[in-house]
């Protein structure tokens, strides 16, 4: 196994356009609550998605359990969103946070062994009031680089993502960030809709380019400079920009949806919407 991203099977639109070799992926936890693991990860398959993203899962028998319904289903983990970052961050100047934060990377990195996934989600650092920007670029990258041994061993890629945590503000800033390393179990995790605030993510896909393990899927409509957070294709996201950007990159990972959880219907029209943007229909 390689540091490469697995690619899914490219097919025709039927809108004309080459479909991107992108595979659609989904949240674990946008699936029904009331449902089992199992039916979960069936319904998932039903609605048409090709891959699932799950979040940490310390409780052994509950991972395991993760394991048999995508076994079960052939529905693949492709990626572990790792929980603790947030909460724990690897910049906070206390060394117990910073601890906490590397046994959640830690486990990360397990689940994502044990599920054959990929990538593990982790959000580098926050700058506050109480942590600089330059302290946050040095904390979490001396964190980082102690990490990444095990992400070898593990065949694992620790997939930095972009979010409104007032760190890595622009997409050459983000592609020095994972440079720094120099190593391929370092790379981006691209969240489309995480940029629209200050940047054009058509902009930072071609900036970014093969350092992008993953994508994640979502929209917003600004209203007052403020984002409200709605449903793929109904914000104002340039979605046939993003696909010219992706098809140019040559990029043949995941995408995830990122969004709000519901019912059957939604979930396939939500899986609907990811392959018109997939086709740029």
Known sequence: MTAAA??????QAQSGSKR???????LLGMLPKSLTIADKF???K????????????????TAEEIKAASDKVKLPIHSVMNRDHWQYPLSSPDPTVVAKSVKGMETSIANAKLWGAQTVLLVPAVVNPEVSYKQAWDRSTAEIKKMIPLAAKSKVIIA??????????????FANYVDQFKSPWVKAYFDVGNVVLYGYPQDWIRTLGPRIAKLHLKDFKFAKRQAEFVNLRDGEINWKEIYKALEEIGYKGDATVELSGGDADYLKDVSKRVDMILESA
């Open 42 to 44: 069936a319904l998932a």
């Open 160 to 173: 930095i993502e972009e979010v409104w945590n007032k760190f890595l503000l622009s997409p050459i800033e």
């Open 20 to 26: 991107l070799p992108i595979r659609k992926a989904v």
């Open 46 to 61: 039903d609605c048409g998605f090709e891959a699932m993203e799950c979040g940490t899962e310390d409780n052994q028998a």
């Open 6 to 11: 697995v690619a899914a099977p490219s097919l």
